[in-house]
């Protein structure tokens, strides 16, 4: 049984980031801390086209330039951009960017459907 702890704290610098669906990504905190949600870090470039059925996730953009795809329109995201994407919403970004993302509630990793 995993416990919540009284408080987390992360250094990006300390975790390895792995391939995965939008991009490098590095999580700060994720399912495993029994946080209402997770936090990762995602180097982005050319992220696949994909929803997710249960997780509500913000993008904060930390720096860089790119565009995402949302549904049917374009949206261009640059440093201090923030962009909610629904459950079951289609969503891709591309570019050369770094975004703090936010996923409500925790598991999106067993929530991605790719579409391309």
């Known amino acids: 049984m995993t416990t919540q702890a009284k408080y987390l704290r992360r250094d990006p610098a300390e975790i390895k980031p792995w391939a995965e669906t939008c ?5 700060l905190i994720d399912h495993k801390d029994a946080a209402a949600g997770e936090v990762c870090e995602v ?16 993008y904060y953009v930390i720096e ?4 995402m795809r949302v549904d ?3 949206v261009e995201l640059h440093r201090g951009v923030v962009v909610y994407v629904p459950r079951g919403v ?3 970004a ?7 993302i ?15």
Do not use: S
């Open 94 to 100: 591309w570019g050369k960017l770094k975004a703090l």
């Open 102 to 116: 936010v996923c409500i509630p925790r598991g999106v990793l067993d929530d991605v459907h790719e579409l391309e």
């Open 43 to 58: 180097e982005i470039t050319d992220a696949k086209l994909h929803y997710h059925e249960r997780t509500d996730e913000f």
């Open 90 to 92: 289609k969503h891709k």
């Open 64 to 67: 860089g330039e790119g565009r």
């Open 23 to 27: 991009g490098q990504i590095r999580f």
């Open 72 to 74: 049917d329109e374009e």
